[in-house]
């Protein structure tokens, strides 16, 4: 009976330590290399959009030119029918712009937003554990920093990740 144990024990600390190093490598793959890549998505993907609109429009041009010519009299010479297409060229035109703006905020705002999550969240991990961390006075305390430690972080790439989305979301 006690013969079996080591190698239930192995097995169940090789299953740990896997865990652990499988959600170590998650974090460590979303912050070098998903996080840096979400500008580009957002970017690229509102791109793509604007493109869309283009050949949307070269669709709607004829609808566009037949509203001008059936609603010639009431409020004007392009009436209710044509302003939608007002509209599409001022999206057209104005779309470009914007997605530079909006990247350049993002990038400004994120970056912000990280500096004062790393200036602050030392102060955050401390006022939570309700003890003095770098001072452990038993085995147990140094164990539960360690684990808490790993936690923390897995946390902190949360928050960082979640920052990250809502920023670049001004791209958009």
Known sequence: LLSGLPAELSAATGKFFHAVGMVTFSISFMLYYVLPFLPFIYFFFAVAMWIKTIFEAIVAMPLWAFAHVT???????????AINGYILIFEIILRPILIVVGLIASISLFSALVIVLNSVFDMVVTNVSGADMSDPDSILDSARGTVDEFFYT????????IIGTGSFKLID
């Open 154 to 161: 897995v946390l902190y790439t949360i928050i960082v990740y």
């Open 71 to 81: 609603q010639i009299g009431g409020d004007g010479i392009p009436g209710p029918m």
